[in-house]
């Protein structure tokens, strides 16, 4: 049920949220009123008004012997009307929203925006995961596409800023009101904002229905390192007469050459691998069980002494069998054992010889991923393999209901052979531990999000709830936490592929140069960036006669600059050096028309050459990152493009064969890197 508007004011004005002067009037006497400055708002409150404009509860600009009247007209409209609410009317100014909701997975979010009639209309609004710092409010209300009605617009004058930051401060900043409400909703609508400060005019409080409780919170992080790399893996589910899953995974781990044990009840050997009866008499810290749900909680409870069993069955909550889920978990924890999964593929690392895909093992790297598909992952592992990507740590964690992304990522972030992570999530389980894990990590991490627009709100009656979408929010976690938030498996895959090349490297200056054929395509490039958030600085000023001198005519940035079989391999490092001493560039982006060397020439040197040619001007730039884009790539011979990724790889650049790829990638390492 709502608290009434007077009572949510006096918390308020306790808070030190400045309110409209006020009486309550609760009677038909509104004697007291008179002591109010005209003109007055008089408003009804009951256990029915819950919008009270929509419901005509609201009445603006009276004089206090208009009351009695006004109030009785309200009374024969309006059922249980409790009383009434008279104060001043604020002055004009810029109408605002600041609300609290508490989202089913990161907890409470503040939200702020245009407010009062705008709300709807045009939801414009930013939010921030609570508690907030100074910097998010202000990045909050300067993302709004209207803030500039807050510095002042066509000749009216500018808000108080440092007011309306206090305020989304005192709501949602640490020590503030959201950590006190039982959210619920909270939600002030309209705050009028002006020169002077800002008012609170309007405001509501639903608190939480009971059973609305915060994520739970799980306990400290275990040691993973024998789930990568176990000193033995069990295998239970295979059969010694039908091949299945079970027997698929036998087949993986003996040419993957880890010690093998297979769990069978009767057999003594199982294709080749010797069989125990049960987990009880393994000696392993690393199962993976492949049997029927019903079947599983009673061979997890077997596995004393193992420290990790992974259960790759699915049947469990995703299935709507919660109960049999939660009979698993427990079942986990009287063995002693860690749960991986169920519902998930199992785990893929090259230095510790495990692996849930077939067709061998790639080479041990330093990035790593967090999936909850094992079909994604395994995807990603070998697409990603293809492109030059070298794995650390690959997990995938299905339905969660033990080990969790967030525990994940904080091994991760001390794993010293780990340099990036990749997550791709569907249902977080533990959304406010994963956001603190990816604060706390100073690796760079970027995220895939299945399903964003499907989760929905518990609290979605008042304005604020029905403004806090999934997209949004993973959108504000990746912004506050200083992660990359992509949308494709691709761009996934584009981005660690960056960040393994330039992870570690620091930067100078805070610029990006593209550099490159074709007026055409560098039209399409500038637009690709604009798109992805880039910005293209214009080139230094006094670097075209410069460039003259080497042939080519600054138009700006990009930068056109001939590539192809006839022209001069070395050129474009000249260039890019002749720009670069002027002012430090963060990234360059060279790109490449490979259609252009097989039409107009006939043979892979002169694009060897520039690429080698490239890869010394990254050795020459070790504070610039430098990208290859390989446009038309498939029209190059079978190899070519392979050779050009090894050439780039040895000098640590990344190779793309699109520049909205490029891109994305370039964005999501802008985040990381500076010095």
Same mark, same amino acid.
Request: glycine residues 12%; negative net charge; contains cysteine.
């Given at each position: 049920?709502?608290?009434?508007?007077?009572?949510?004011?006096?918390?308020?004005?306790?808070?030190?949220?400045?309110?409209?002067? =006020?009486?309550?009037?609760?009677?038909?006497?509104?004697?007291?009123?008179?002591?109010?400055?005209?003109?007055?708002?008089?408003?009804?409150?009951?256990?029915?008004?819950?919008?009270? #404009?929509? &419901?005509?509860? *609201?009445?603006? @600009?009276?004089?206090?012997?208009?009351?009695?009247?006004?109030?009785?007209?309200?009374?024969?409209?309006?059922?249980?009307?409790?009383?009434?609410?008279?104060?001043?009317?604020?002055?004009?100014?810029?109408?605002?929203?600041?609300?609290?909701?508490?989202?089913?997975?990161? @907890?409470?979010?503040?939200?702020?925006?245009?407010?009062?009639?705008?709300?709807?209309?045009? /939801?414009?609004?930013?939010?921030?995961?609570?508690?907030? #710092? +100074?910097?998010?409010?202000?990045?909050?209300?300067?993302?709004?596409?209207?803030?500039?009605?807050?510095?002042?617009?066509?000749?009216?004058?500018?808000?108080?800023?440092?007011?309306?930051?206090?305020?989304?401060?005192?709501?949602?900043?640490?020590?503030?009101?959201?950590?006190?409400?039982?959210?619920?909703?909270?939600?002030?609508?309209?705050?009028?904002? @002006?020169?002077?400060?800002?008012?609170?005019?309007?405001?509501?409080?639903?608190?939480?229905?009971?059973?609305?409780?915060?994520?739970?919170?799980?306990?400290?992080?275990?040691?993973?390192?024998?789930?990568?790399?176990?000193?033995?893996?069990?295998?239970?589910?295979?059969?010694?007469?039908?091949?299945?899953? @079970?027997?698929?995974?036998?087949?993986?781990?003996?040419?993957? $050459? !880890?010690?093998?044990?297979?769990?069978?009840?009767?057999?003594?050997?199982?294709?080749?691998?010797?069989?125990?009866? #049960?987990? &009880?008499?393994?000696?392993?810290?690393?199962?993976?069980?492949?049997?029927?749900?019903?079947?599983?909680?009673?061979?997890?409870?077997?596995?004393?002494?193992?420290?990790?069993?992974?259960?790759? #069955?699915?049947?469990?909550?995703?299935?709507?069998?919660?109960?049999?889920?939660?009979?698993?978990? +427990?079942?986990?924890?009287?063995?002693?054992?860690?749960?991986?999964?169920?519902?998930?593929?199992?785990?893929?690392?090259? /230095?510790?010889?495990?692996?849930?895909?077939?067709?061998?093992? $790639?080479?041990?790297?330093?990035?790593?991923?967090?999936?909850?598909?094992?079909?994604?992952?395994?995807?990603?592992?070998?697409?990603?393999?293809?492109?030059?990507?070298?794995?650390?740590?690959?997990?995938?964690?299905?339905?969660?209901?033990?080990?969790?992304?967030?525990?994940?990522?904080?091994?991760?972030?001390?794993?010293?052979?780990?340099?990036?992570?990749?997550?791709?999530?569907?249902?977080?389980?533990?959304?406010?531990?994963?956001?603190?894990?990816?604060?706390?990590?100073?690796?760079?991490?970027?995220?895939?999000?299945?399903?964003?627009?499907?989760?929905?709100?518990?609290?979605?009656?008042?304005?604020?709830?029905?403004?806090?979408?999934?997209?949004?929010?993973?959108?504000?976690?990746?912004?506050?936490?200083?992660?990359?938030?992509?949308?494709?498996?691709?761009?996934?895959?584009?981005?660690?592929?960056?960040?393994?090349?330039?992870?570690?490297?620091?930067?100078?200056?805070?610029?990006?140069?593209?550099?490159?054929?074709?007026?055409?395509?560098?039209?399409?490039? &500038?637009?690709?960036?604009?798109?992805?958030? *880039?910005?293209?600085?214009?080139?230094?000023?006094?670097?075209?006669?410069?460039?003259?001198?080497?042939?080519?005519?600054?138009?700006?940035?990009?930068?056109?600059?001939?590539?192809?079989?006839?022209?001069?391999?070395?050129?474009?490092?000249?260039?890019?050096?002749? !720009?670069?001493?002027?002012?430090?560039?963060?990234?360059?982006?060279?790109?490449?028309?490979?259609?252009?060397?097989?039409?107009? =020439?006939?043979?892979?040197?002169?694009?060897?050459?520039?690429?080698?040619?490239?890869?010394?001007?990254?050795?020459?730039?070790?504070?610039?990152?430098?990208?290859?884009?390989?446009?038309?790539?498939?029209?190059?011979?079978?190899?070519?493009?392979?050779?050009?990724?090894?050439?780039?790889?040895?000098?640590?650049?990344?190779?793309?064969?699109?520049?909205?790829?490029?891109?994305?990638?370039?964005?999501? $390492?802008?985040?990381?890197?500076?010095?």
């Amino acid at each position: 049920m709502s608290v009434y508007e007077h009572e949510v004011k006096a918390l308020l004005s306790e808070a030190g949220v400045p309110v409209p002067r =006020g009486v309550v009037i609760h009677e038909r006497d509104f004697t007291a009123a008179g002591q109010l400055a005209e003109p007055l708002v008089l408003k009804a409150f009951g256990p029915g008004l819950v919008h009270k #404009s929509d &419901a005509g509860a *609201v009445i603006l @600009g009276l004089r206090a012997a208009d009351l009695p009247a006004a109030a009785a007209e309200m009374r024969s409209r309006l059922p249980d009307v409790a009383g009434f609410l008279v104060e001043e009317q604020a002055d004009a100014g810029v109408e605002l929203i600041v609300g609290v909701v508490r989202d089913v997975a990161f @907890g409470p979010v503040l939200l702020a925006g245009l407010g009062g009639v705008w709300t709807e209309a045009l /939801r414009d609004t930013a939010l921030g995961l609570c508690p907030v #710092s +100074e910097r998010d409010a202000r990045r909050m209300l300067d993302s709004l596409r209207g803030s500039p009605l807050l510095y002042g617009l066509r000749g009216a004058p500018p808000v108080d800023m440092d007011a309306l930051v206090k305020l989304l401060m005192t709501v949602g900043g640490p020590g503030g009101l959201w950590e006190r409400l039982e959210l619920g909703e909270f939600e002030l609508n309209p705050v009028i904002a @002006g020169p002077s400060g800002v008012v609170a005019v309007d405001a509501r409080y639903v608190p939480a229905e009971s059973g609305e409780a915060s994520p739970a919170v799980r306990p400290g992080t275990a040691d993973f390192l024998p789930l990568f790399e176990p000193k033995a893996v069990a295998v239970v589910g295979a059969s010694t007469t039908r091949p299945n899953f @079970g027997n698929m995974f036998l087949d993986f781990y003996k040419s993957a $050459g !880890i010690p093998l044990v297979a769990v069978h009840p009767e057999a003594d050997e199982v294709a080749g691998v010797r069989a125990v009866p #049960s987990l &009880a008499h393994a000696d392993v810290d690393y199962a993976l069980v492949a049997v029927p749900a019903d079947r599983c909680p009673d061979v997890v409870r077997q596995a004393v002494g193992v420290s990790f069993v992974q259960v790759m #069955s699915g049947g469990f909550a995703e299935a709507d069998r919660a109960g049999l889920e939660d009979t698993l978990v +427990e079942a986990a924890r009287a063995a002693g054992t860690r749960l991986l999964g169920p519902n998930c593929m199992g785990v893929y690392c090259p /230095r510790g010889r495990q692996t849930f895909v077939g067709g061998g093992l $790639g080479p041990a790297g330093s990035v790593a991923l967090i999936s909850q598909s094992g079909g994604l992952a395994g995807e990603v592992i070998k697409v990603g393999e293809r492109r030059g990507l070298a794995f650390s740590r690959v997990v995938t964690v299905g339905n969660a209901a033990d080990v969790t992304p967030a525990e994940l990522l904080r091994w991760l972030a001390k794993d010293p052979e780990t340099r990036a992570v990749g997550l791709y999530l569907e249902d977080p389980r533990d959304g406010r531990e994963l956001y603190e894990a990816l604060r706390a990590t100073d690796l760079p991490v970027v995220l895939l999000v299945g399903g964003r627009s499907g989760q929905g709100q518990q609290a979605a009656a008042s304005h604020t709830g029905g403004m806090v979408s999934d997209r949004r929010i993973w959108e504000t976690v990746a912004e506050q936490a200083g992660a990359a938030l992509v949308s494709s498996q691709d761009d996934l895959i584009g981005v660690l592929t960056f960040f393994q090349a330039h992870g570690s490297r620091v930067t100078e200056g805070d610029g990006v140069l593209v550099v490159g054929p074709s007026g055409g395509a560098s039209v399409l490039a &500038a637009d690709a960036f604009d798109a992805a958030g *880039v910005r293209l600085d214009p080139l230094p000023a006094d670097v075209p006669a410069e460039l003259r001198g080497l042939g080519v005519v600054a138009s700006g940035n990009p930068l056109e600059v001939p590539v192809g079989p006839l022209g001069r391999a070395g050129l474009v490092p000249e260039v890019i050096d002749a !720009i670069v001493r002027r002012r430090p560039c963060r990234d360059v982006v060279a790109h490449v028309n490979v259609q252009a060397f097989f039409t107009y =020439g006939n043979a892979a040197e002169p694009l060897y050459a520039y690429t080698r040619a490239l890869a010394g001007a990254q050795g020459a730039l070790p504070r610039t990152r430098v990208t290859l884009v390989t446009r038309n790539g498939e029209c190059a011979p079978a190899g070519v493009e392979d050779e050009v990724r090894r050439i780039a790889a040895a000098a640590g650049i990344p190779v793309y064969r699109t520049m909205e790829a490029a891109a994305v990638a370039v964005a999501a $390492g802008g985040r990381h890197g500076a010095a």
